[in-house]
């Protein structure tokens, strides 16, 4: 079996469009345009040209974009203070901080004074409170944009065997809520779960979430499961960059019903995802129906 391959670039771009109609709706009938403040502080090369992308499809999107970039010795107190104007400017919906910040800067802390409302993100423990327990909230992207690509590719998710290897707060922990809320039988494995190998291959749904570049192998996939590497991991070979995800992609691809690739999947997704965030945050913030087929 080949695997079909998710083409996550452009199942975006659909989103995108979606989101910059709506965009277009809002303003002539409401007046509103929503906007995205982006705050990055330091200067890492990765970082940069990532929230310059961020930028660029915002104002794609008809949406506004402010970008706040912070010396990389900012205070506490200084980064607090921008999160409060940007808490009480009504022209801001949505306020993203880029992850990971300096290590002077408490990054629990940060987020949780960004107003819950406005959490594009959805990291702030009041969005996670809500997504554990089914209430509405913002959803984070990167979970999100992989549950748009499952469900447009399986249709319903109820009763599937899921494994999502990895269990961060930005992507393993939120991954496997969304599952379970599409009835999934969720497992969170990772690096210490025993027998992993024996683990995924239970999997009709494989979500690699680990950070390391192809960590798991083909035979670890079983026949026709679905395939979703999180994973951008940029590694060095033949004295290339390059960027590989957490599965071993030609090795998968040979025996998954489904896998999406890196890049051109779930990346993509991932800024989709956020401006559909910043476009809910708009609507929520301002007693408009929210737009169908971009939430959770
Ligand atoms: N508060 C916060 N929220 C984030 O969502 C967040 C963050 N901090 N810090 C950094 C990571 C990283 N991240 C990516 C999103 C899209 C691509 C993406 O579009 N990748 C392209 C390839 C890009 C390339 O060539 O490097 C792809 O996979 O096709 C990559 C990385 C969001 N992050
Ligand atoms: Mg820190």
Same mark, same amino acid.
């Not at 239970?202 to 670890?220: S, T, Y």
């Not at 019903?257 to 997704?269: E, F, H, L, Y």
């Given at each position: 079996?080949?695997?079909?391959?998710?083409?996550?670039?452009?199942?975006?771009?659909?989103?995108?469009?979606?989101?910059?109609r709506?965009?277009?709706?809002l303003?002539q009938e409401?007046?509103?345009t929503?906007?995205?403040?982006?705050?990055?502080v330091g200067?890492d090369?990765?970082?940069?040209v990532?929230?310059?992308?961020?930028?660029?499809?915002? @104002?794609?999107? &008809?949406?506004?974009s402010?970008?706040? $970039?912070?010396? *990389?010795?900012?205070?506490? /107190? +200084?980064?607090l203070?921008?999160?409060?104007?940007?808490?009480?400017?009504?022209?801001?919906?949505?306020?993203?901080?880029?992850?990971?910040?300096?290590?002077?800067l408490?990054s629990?802390l940060?987020?949780n004074?960004?107003d819950p409302?406005k959490d594009v993100d959805?990291?702030?423990?009041?969005n996670?409170?809500?997504l554990?327990?089914g209430?509405?909230s913002m959803?984070?992207?990167?979970?999100l944009?992989?549950?748009?690509?499952?469900?447009?590719?399986?249709?319903?998710?109820?009763g599937l065997?899921? @494994?999502?290897v &990895?269990r961060?707060n930005?992507?393993? $922990?939120?991954? *496997?809520?969304?599952?379970? /809320? +599409?009835?999934?039988t969720?497992?969170?494995?990772?690096s210490r779960?025993?027998?992993l190998?024996?683990?995924?291959?239970r999997?009709?749904?494989?979500?690699?979430?680990?950070?390391?570049?192809?960590m798991i192998?083909?035979?670890?996939?079983?026949?026709?499961?679905?395939?979703i590497?999180?994973?951008?991991?940029?590694?060095?070979?033949?004295?290339?960059?390059?960027?590989?995800?957490?599965?071993?992609?030609?090795?998968?691809?040979?025996?998954?019903?489904?896998?999406?690739?890196?890049?051109?999947?779930v990346?993509?997704?991932?800024?989709?995802?956020?401006?559909?965030?910043?476009?809910?945050a708009?609507?929520r913030?301002?007693?408009?129906?929210e737009?169908?087929?971009?939430?959770?």
């Amino acid at each position: 079996m080949t695997a079909k391959v998710i083409d996550g670039k452009a199942f975006a771009a659909e989103v995108r469009a979606q989101v910059a109609r709506h965009v277009t709706r809002l303003k002539q009938e409401n007046g509103l345009t929503p906007g995205l403040a982006v705050v990055l502080v330091g200067e890492d090369p990765a970082s940069e040209v990532y929230v310059r992308n961020k930028g660029k499809q915002t @104002v794609e999107c &008809g949406m506004t974009s402010f970008e706040h $970039k912070l010396e *990389a010795d900012t205070s506490e /107190g +200084d980064l607090l203070d921008l999160i409060a104007r940007l808490n009480a400017d009504s022209a801001v919906h949505g306020i993203l901080v880029q992850l990971p910040l300096p290590g002077h800067l408490n990054s629990d802390l940060v987020i949780n004074s960004i107003d819950p409302a406005k959490d594009v993100d959805g990291f702030h423990i009041s969005n996670v409170g809500l997504l554990g327990t089914g209430q509405k909230s913002m959803v984070p992207c990167t979970p999100l944009g992989c549950l748009m690509m499952l469900r447009d590719h399986h249709g319903s998710l109820s009763g599937l065997n899921a @494994v999502v290897v &990895g269990r961060s707060n930005i992507v393993g $922990k939120p991954m *496997a809520q969304l599952l379970l /809320g +599409d009835s999934c039988t969720v497992t969170i494995a990772h690096s210490r779960t025993k027998d992993l190998a024996e683990v995924c291959r239970r999997a009709d749904i494989l979500v690699a979430a680990v950070g390391r570049a192809e960590m798991i192998p083909g035979d670890w996939v079983k026949p026709g499961a679905t395939v979703i590497d999180v994973g951008i991991n940029r590694v060095e070979r033949d004295g290339k960059t390059r960027l590989l995800g957490d599965v071993a992609y030609d090795g998968a691809a040979a025996v998954a019903g489904a896998i999406t690739p890196v890049p051109g999947g779930v990346g993509p997704m991932t800024i989709a995802c956020l401006l559909a965030n910043t476009l809910t945050a708009c609507c929520r913030a301002n007693g408009l129906p929210e737009p169908e087929g971009l939430t959770a």
